[in-house]
């Protein structure tokens, strides 16, 4: 199913690294790669500190070559060391909301600094994701003003979306997003945020907590595909689909089970199906061809063609931001005066198009 070289190099040293056995054909990639196309579609897909563990093998070592095996283990000893320093920013923050009487919850890479299920160092983190509910939300963000963080931009809303516009620090390594819940659309009611809260779990960190096993596979498919059409992938991640088997062994038969109902119940049964399919199929099939009947299948099939095929996830990217900054513009008169102060501001249109477009060279 993967025709490119390149690509099935990297879910091969993904499975090594997870400990998983390559195919045949991940391993004939794996001599011939391209290292500079694996580490351009590794970075894009966030899991170049994870390779690093799978090169570490001799035998992995002497399929991929010296120069790349030893760039990988600097991504990863680079990576380790951020990640220490993202936990000390976090320590300092979860130690400001204690004084103040709140408990915030981890989100996503936050809750690999708290309770790893990723081996040490492998996970790359962008941000620090971290819910409150949502009437102790303003106490949150002056709490995080009193430490000296602030929004990058004059003149941002309060609110956006599902969380506060990203909070910077100028001493600290990176942005921090205040949530009150998930989303504001399908995910939510998949997982609604006072079940993260109602079973988040204490942590060594005061002032905050990591979410339920359950919560955490939830988050990790729901933030990743729950949003999009129905039936239709998103664009597939590999570290969602390398977190997806990391959480494995914290997770029993019922909280996959509940996970599924959750799905289901928000009309999103075929997402949940879809993505566990494609999961098995790149991380444990032994022929990457072998995509089941039905709408799982279907569903696989098309996020696994995605991913060689990077130019049309580009345009699904672009044309749902182009509709979403159109919806809002059109029905919203807080939002139209304001995204019509931004257009009038060449540094803010600048900054705009830039992260777009950013984001859009990430995809690969």
């Known amino acids: 199913m993967l025709h490119s070289r390149d690509l099935r190099a990297v879910v091969g040293l993904m499975r090594a690294a997870l400990g998983l056995a390559a195919t045949e054909g991940q391993v004939e990639a794996l001599s011939a790669a391209d290292p500079n196309a694996v580490v351009r579609i590794a970075s894009a897909h966030a899991v170049l500190p994870l390779l690093a563990r799978a090169a570490g093998e001799q035998r992995i070592r002497d399929l991929v070559g010296p120069e790349l095996g030893v760039f990988l283990a600097q991504m990863h000893k680079a990576n380790s060391a951020r990640n220490l320093a993202l936990r000390e920013q976090l ?30 160092g492998t996970r790359y983190i962008g941000d620090l994701d971290i819910l409150v509910p949502e009437d102790r939300l303003t106490s949150a963000f002056e709490c995080l003003g009193a430490l000296g963080y602030a929004y990058r931009q004059q003149g941002d809303p309060l609110l956006i979306h599902h969380h506060l516009p990203a909070l910077w620090h100028a001493g600290r390594p990176t942005a921090v997003e205040l949530h009150f819940k998930i989303s504001t659309r399908r995910a939510d009611r998949i ?32 933030h990743a595909q729950a949003d999009g059409p129905v039936g239709k992938p998103r664009r597939l991640s590999l570290r969602d689909v390398a977190g997806f088997s990391c959480l494995g062994p914290l997770l029993s038969a019922d909280d996959r089970a509940f996970a599924r ?10 997402q949940w199906d879809g993505f566990c399919a494609t999961a098995r199929i790149l991380l444990h099939a032994d022929d990457e061809r072998a995509v089941p009947a039905g709408a799982a299948g279907a569903w696989a099939a098309e996020a696994l063609g995605d991913l060689q095929v990077p130019g049309r996830v580009r345009a699904r990217y672009l044309w749902s931001w182009l509709t979403f900054y159109a919806r809002r513009f059109c029905f919203d008169r807080a939002v139209r005066q304001r995204y019509l102060r931004r257009l009038s501001d060449r540094r803010e249109l600048a900054a705009m198009v830039r992260r777009h477009s950013d984001s859009l060279r990430n995809i690969a």
């Open 91 to 120: 320590q300092e923050i979860g130690t400001a909301l204690d004084a103040a009487g709140i408990r915030g919850v981890a989100l996503k890479g936050a809750v690999e600094l708290l309770a790893p299920s990723w081996p040490d």
């Open 191 to 222: 997982l609604p945020a006072s079940l993260i809260i109602a079973e988040a779990r204490p942590t060594d960190m005061a002032g905050l907590a990591v979410p339920s096993p359950r919560c955490r596979l939830l988050h990790l498919v729901a």
């Open 261 to 270: 109902a959750q799905f289901e119940a928000a009309g999103a049964l075929s």
